[in-house]
């Protein structure tokens, strides 16, 4: 008799209304391997990791811990089970400490009270797994979106699962730290214990993962399979149901001789970020890369106006201004933000398609008498989910409806409509499947052909040297260097991680 599977998922079947989920999927991960569940967004990843961990209930399957059956009707009947999580969408509470979002769900207690002094040393062992140095007691509400991520990943590995399922937790936190999140998952499953591992990654997925489960539509399309006997171009076909083509980067050689579209010059900031130099030409696409922590995010806030510079100058096309507020940056100057955090920040989950493309243009689409005339907000919208392919049911799906990867679409689309001449994009591609990446890489260089001056802030530095013109690098709150992309990644990641610990030595066409 064989041992039982860690995990086992039999004829799984989900339906919401009008849409099937999940259609009799299957999926069996053994004890001691890493196992890469793979698909597009919208085939069925997320639904099944919520039937796991007690979120949602199958509408019918079977589900199998180490060969017996489980129906979690609850997340605490999951992690009793012995299945820890950690989820695409952050779930911390802000006002909550770092320490205590970590044992969330999991707290220890003595005599029926809160164990505080085990709460914080519990944090602390897991932040001392993944190399994060950061005082337990800090509140939650003061970290990055990418800090947040690896609390969420410290919270998964406090739960000390014999099951782990990470969704997308590497989607934004930098090559470092997720080389740091590796390690220790390596190291867990050499203690026998099983991850599930969702990534739209395959560079990771590659490098880390034993088998592979691909799903499309919501039907399991290859099972279990040994990733090894599979090449990467064979999976990414297997995912999209058809031969993709392959991304083909444009030679591009942008002119950087007029003035710049957005240059900072000797700017400060109350974040602390000291003398900061950078210039983004019409024509241009340039990376902001740096590990968590760097300020990358936060010079953009400040650029923005939502944090205060306190010292040098900020010039749009040559001319030196003060920009105050969101607002000001896209009426005066045409300044757009995608933001990383696209649920809190980018979108109205609970409005329509319609709205959320048409919210920054408003006051444009306006009638002599103050009103914005519906058909108007319709025509619009019809344009961007086109131009897009967003899809969607129709243009008043609600925004929460979407896939990963269409809300992304319609983050950036209000941007587009408003007709913004320099666009600052953070983070992308988090959380979006390799067809839709793609697409959005052609999108920015579409943007920056048509003269728009584009700044990719990315933790992925296969991404940055796959889509940017050139590379400025960020550490500490300062900008240690710039190298212009030769798209060659073995250099330029040498280059780059040079210049993230402060070698000055680097040469590869530094501007």
Not at 245 to 260: E, Q, S, Y
Not at 385 to 398: A, C, F, G
Not at 428 to 455: H, M, N, S
Request: glycine share 8%; aromatic share 4%; charged share 25%.
């Amino acid at each position: 008799m064989t041992d039982p599977y860690a995990l086992e998922v039999r004829e799984v079947t989900k339906t919401f209304p009008g849409v099937r989920a999940l259609d009799r999927v299957n999926l069996r991960v053994r004890p001691g391997e890493v196992h890469a569940l793979l698909g597009e967004n919208g085939a069925g990843k997320s639904t099944l990791i919520k039937i796991l961990t007690g979120i949602q209930p199958a509408d019918q399957g079977e589900l199998l811990i180490n060969g017996q059956p489980q129906r979690f009707s609850s997340a605490q009947e999951a992690t009793a089970a012995g299945i820890g999580v950690v989820h695409q969408e952050r779930n911390v509470i802000a006002d909550f400490t770092v320490a205590e979002n970590i044992v969330l769900g999991n707290t220890p207690k003595k005599a029926g009270l809160v164990d505080w002094k085990a709460v914080r040393q519990g944090a602390m062992n897991v932040l001392d797994m993944l190399d994060f140095p950061i005082d337990p007691d800090t509140p939650t509400r003061l970290l990055s979106p990418a800090q947040t991520q690896l609390i969420e990943i410290a919270r998964g590995l406090y739960s000390e699962s014999q099951v782990l399922l990470l969704d997308e937790p590497t989607a934004s936190i930098s090559e470092a730290e997720s080389e740091l999140l590796f390690r220790v998952v390596h190291r867990l499953t050499e203690q026998g214990k099983s991850v599930l591992f969702v990534s739209h990654k395959l560079e990771e997925v590659f490098a880390h993962c034993d088998t592979v489960t691909i799903f499309r539509d919501g039907a399991s399309v290859l099972e279990s399979a040994p990733l090894a006997d599979y090449t990467r171009d064979e999976i990414v076909d297997m995912l999209v149901g058809r031969t993709l083509a392959r991304l083909d980067i444009p030679d591009r050689n942008p002119d950087r001789t007029g003035a710049p579209a957005l240059e900072l010059r000797r700017v400060d900031t109350q974040t602390g970020h000291q003398g900061i130099n950078l210039a983004v030409h019409p024509g241009e696409v340039l990376g902001l890369y740096g590990l968590v922590g760097a300020g990358r995010s936060e010079l953009a806030r400040a650029i923005l106006g939502l944090d205060r510079i306190t010292s040098g100058q900020i010039l749009v096309n040559g001319t030196a201004t003060t920009i105050r507020s969101v607002g000001d940056a896209l009426e005066r100057h045409r300044i757009g933000y995608v933001t990383e955090d696209r649920k809190s920040e980018g979108l109205f989950l609970d409005q329509s398609v319609s709205r959320n493309l048409t919210v920054t243009v408003l006051r444009r689409l306006q009638n002599a008498f103050g009103f914005v005339p519906e058909q108007a907000q319709r025509d619009l919208a019809d344009e961007y989910i086109q131009e897009l392919d967003v899809r969607v049911s129709s243009r008043d799906q609600l925004v929460g409806q979407l896939s990963g990867g269409n809300q992304q679409k319609v983050s950036l689309g209000k941007w587009l409509a408003a007709n913004t001449e320099i666009l600052i994009i953070d983070e992308p591609t988090v959380g979006i499947d390799v067809r839709t990446k793609g697409a959005f890489y052609q999108l920015i260089w579409a943007l920056a052909t048509a003269g728009k001056a584009v700044i990719v802030i990315s933790s992925d530095l296969a991404e940055t040297v796959t889509l940017v013109d050139r590379i400025a690098v960020m550490s500490d709150l300062v900008i240690t260097g710039e190298v212009t992309n030769t798209h060659d990644y073995d250099e330029m990641s040498k280059a780059v991680i040079r210049l993230v610990h402060r070698d000055q030595t680097v040469d590869v066409g530094t501007p």
